[in-house]
């Protein structure tokens, strides 16, 4: 049973990865992009909730989406482990995510980081930003998400080198090739709890 988390910086093929694991591995890909999307879609009271900060061009605070990850990591599907990607963000998350596992006798058996050099990214992302005609993919813009990521996500690899779970793995190559790093990277800290 795998309950993971797929960190890596913007660019670095989270996304991608998320979806090619979750297959191999037969657990859902958890993003909280799609869980605010199912909820404001379906208006449930979260949903409506996040909405209001959505529309107002604020972030959506961590306890609304706390109690969306919760929800969605109680679904029959995730029982049997998962693959978050994009959530937890902060620590406060990191430690609401640790406690809700806890009440259910459960911890991560591993958070992978997808690692990828800076200026590969910006390749990367500027030729996506072109074939699909995204104007806000900039190279300013592009490193400016990566010095984001770095700032935010450091304290949430310190906490996680603690419990024992991170694993690096570089992420660049085919997909399937980094795929392939994934699975072996994680196949000693797969559990069957």
Not at 39 to 55: I, P, S
Not at 95 to 121: H, Q, R, S
Not at 129 to 154: K, L, N, P, W
Request: no cysteine; hydrophobic share 40%.
């Amino acid at each position: 049973m795998m309950r993971m988390l797929l960190m890596g910086p913007p660019g670095a093929g989270k996304g991608t990865q998320a979806k090619v694991l979750a297959q191999r591995l037969g657990i859902p890909a958890i993003s909280t992009g799609d869980i605010f999307r199912a909820n404001m879609a379906e208006e449930t009271d979260l949903g409506l909730e996040a909405k209001r900060y959505v529309d107002a061009g604020e972030y959506v605070p961590d306890d609304v989406t706390n109690r969306m990850v919760r929800a969605r990591l109680a679904e029959p599907d995730a029982a049997k482990g998962f693959l978050l990607d994009g959530y937890p963000r902060t620590v406060a998350q990191v430690e609401n995510l640790d406690e809700f596992l806890a009440e259910t006798g459960k911890a991560l058996n591993a958070v992978v980081v997808i690692k990828a050099d800076p200026d590969e990214i910006v390749r990367r992302l500027l030729k996506r930003a072109e074939v699909e005609g995204r104007s806000d993919d900039t190279e300013e813009v592009i490193r400016r998400r990566q010095e984001v990521y770095s700032e935010q996500t450091a304290p949430l690899l310190e906490v996680y080198a603690d419990h024992g779970v991170l694993v690096e793995v570089n992420g660049v190559g085919d997909v399937e090739d980094v795929s392939e790093r994934v699975l072996k990277a994680i196949a000693p800290l797969e559990t069957e709890q």
